[in-house]
């Protein structure tokens, strides 16, 4: 569906518990670093 599609993004909201699922999703360090983070949005390339 997203084939041929220059612009992808993605949204996902995400608490401090949920910090396993996410270290699936992007990796220990970062997962770690994005829980305890004030910011509220990270972009991956």
Known sequence: MLEGS????CTVLFSRF?????ERIVGTAPAKRMVASEKG???FC
Do not use: E, I, W
Not at 6 to 9: I, K, L, R, V
Not at 18 to 22: G, I, K, T
């Open 6 to 9: 220059h612009s992808m993004a």
């Open 18 to 22: 949920d910090q396993l699922r996410l």
């Open 41 to 43: 949005v990270f972009v």
